[in-house]
């Protein structure tokens, strides 16, 4: 008995359901947050019949008062499934942004361009 239980209780502890995107971004609050944000409702206002399924923040780099942040995204349009890597430029003292850009990623062994 006490071995379901705990069975159960762990079920219980490690069962989470998957939250929507944005929201798991603005649980933390990291550094890069209001860059990874950004880069999500850009990427969503680019790609508006597609799903965002997937968030990876890379890093970022800074180069002559500028910052760069670099995301990706895994999308699904229907049956498609592909990859976007966001570059968001940001001036690193005032935090004004520069640029956006977009580069999408084909999964290796597929040729399904745009």
């Known amino acids: 008995m006490i071995k379901i239980?705990?069975?159960i209780g762990l079920f219980i502890?490690?069962?989470s359901p998957h939250a929507p995107i944005t929201d798991v971004v603005q649980?933390?609050?990291?550094?890069?947050?209001?860059w990874s944000r950004l880069a999500i409702t850009q990427t969503q206002s680019k790609y508006?019949?597609?799903?965002?399924?997937d968030y990876?923040?890379?890093?970022s780099a800074a180069n002559n008062g500028s910052t760069v942040a670099t995301f990706r995204l895994w999308l699904r349009e229907g049956k498609r499934e592909y990859g976007v890597v966001v570059r968001v430029t940001y001036v690193t003292e005032t935090?004004?942004?520069?640029?956006v850009k977009f580069h999408e990623?084909?999964?290796?062994?597929r040729s399904d361009k745009r």
């Open 5 to 7: 239980a705990i069975a």
């Open 13 to 15: 502890v490690s069962y």
């Open 27 to 34: 649980e933390g609050a990291p550094a890069y947050a209001k």
């Open 48 to 53: 508006p019949k597609a799903s965002i399924v």
């Open 56 to 59: 990876l923040y890379m890093g």
């Open 95 to 99: 935090e004004k942004l520069e640029s």
């Open 105 to 109: 990623i084909v999964p290796p062994g």
